[in-house]
């Protein structure tokens, strides 16, 4: 059962154009408050930035002028119960202008069925395999 909130991005950290200009900035697309919560704090733990939202539209709403600085991309498949995790994340890079890294997540015990062109991950999760997801892809970050 998915937890929700009033419909407003969650911002992991203060986007501020100090933060903005030093730490990648991580698109979390997630409905599910708690989860989104988790990772907002995980991410914000391992010295990047995030916006955390509901939808692809709301991350886009959200991000405004700030789009083109999304570093990477966490969705979880499963968006206000439809299947369109990987299609929010194509539109959203695509909205961005360049390759983004792209993550999904999934709470489905069979991921198998997943087609996606982005890694898999099932929920729950080792945060470490995240975070060296991260790492990989963003290098480390100056805390």
Not at 20 to 33: G, K, N, W
Request: proline fraction near 7%; include cysteine.
């Amino acid at each position: 059962m998915s937890t929700t909130r009033p419909a407003t991005a969650i911002g992991c950290a203060p986007l501020a154009s100090a933060g903005l200009s030093t730490r990648p900035l991580i698109a979390v697309i997630e409905d599910d408050y708690r989860s989104s919560m988790a990772l907002s704090m995980l991410i914000d733990d391992w010295g990047y930035s995030c916006i955390a939202a509901r939808s692809c539209l709301e991350a886009v709403q959200t991000l405004g002028h700030r789009l083109s600085n999304v570093s990477a991309i966490i969705t979880d498949i499963e968006i206000e119960g439809e299947m369109r995790g990987v299609n929010d994340a194509l539109a959203l890079a695509a909205m961005i202008g360049h390759p983004v890294p792209t993550i999904i997540t999934t709470g489905h015990s069979d991921i198998v069925w997943v087609t996606s062109p982005f890694p898999v991950v099932g929920k729950p999760f080792d945060p470490d395999i995240l975070h060296r997801w991260l790492l990989h892809n963003l290098g480390p970050t100056l805390q």
